[in-house]
């Protein structure tokens, strides 16, 4: 069966330090994820998925297969980065659905 | 463009009533999806819908839940008879036909039953 696991609930750094979100997954297909994030009193925005290898907003996100494992990391943290982010896998069903499974999430502080 | 709205943003029921949630997707989207946060917990997908078309409904309880999405007007995402279990916030996404993994979320609706 699918499943997300984002193992820290909260995790916070000071500004300026390095942040690694960890997300691990479990998938019988080829996997597709994603990094969505919600800022204070924001709707939830996708921030990245791995197909595009992009940076966004100093984030990047790689996919171990070998560790099942898409661990969210910026190099130096920023006070603007702290918000509530979620790991999600895409499950492309028979139906032709495209389901996102949600990790529970990790709060981002970042002291000042 | 408003992006996915979603009314109410709070809606307070007593146990055994009915709940309508409204969801109407971003202009030019035709695919909708209904997911729901307990407390402590991640998103969880619960029903995919194009237009007067149910997808996908494996994540959907198998009573008192229901779902449509009409050729005019939002979707809607019925609960009757609630209990307090149902107590969540209830998220739509919509996304285009083009690219449907890329899904763009609504505030959200937080029901509270009492």
């Known amino acids: 069966a699918q499943r997300v696991t984002q193992p820290e609930k909260l995790l916070s750094v000071f500004k300026g330090a390095p942040v690694e979100l960890k997300c691990n997954y479990s998938?019988?297909?080829?996997?597709?994820l994603f990094w969505y994030v919600q800022y204070s009193r924001q709707r939830l925005q996708l921030l990245l998925r791995h197909i595009s290898r992009e940076s966004i907003k100093g984030f990047t996100a790689d996919l171990n297969k070998g560790e099942t494992s898409f661990h969210l990391k910026k190099p130096f943290a920023q006070e603007e980065d702290s918000a509530m982010y979620y790991c999600?896998?895409?499950?492309?069903?028979?139906?032709?659905?495209?389901?996102?499974?949600f990790g529970t999430g990790t709060r981002l502080t970042v002291i000042p | 463009n408003a992006g996915v709205m979603q009314n109410p943003r709070h809606l307070v029921r007593r146990r055994g009533q009915e709940a309508r949630l409204r969801c109407s997707p971003m202009?030019?989207?035709?695919?909708v999806y209904w997911y729901r946060q307990l407390p402590e917990e991640g998103l969880k997908f619960m029903v995919y819908?194009?237009?007067?078309?149910?997808?996908?409904e494996s994540g959907m309880p198998k009573e008192r839940f229901s779902a449509e999405f009409p050729k005019e007007g939002p979707s809607i995402l019925r609960i009757q008879q609630v209990v307090r279990g149902d107590s969540a916030a209830y998220f739509c996404?919509?996304?285009?036909?083009?690219?449907?993994?890329?899904?763009?979320f609504g505030p959200g609706t937080r029901l509270t039953v009492t």
């Open positions: 996404a919509s996304s285009p036909s083009e690219t449907p993994y890329e899904q763009y």
């Open positions: 819908l194009q237009k007067e078309n149910i997808i996908d």
């Open positions: 202009k030019g989207h035709s695919h």
């Open positions: 998938y019988s297909g080829s996997p597709e």
């Open positions: 999600a896998l895409r499950m492309v069903r028979q139906t032709g659905a495209n389901n996102l499974f």
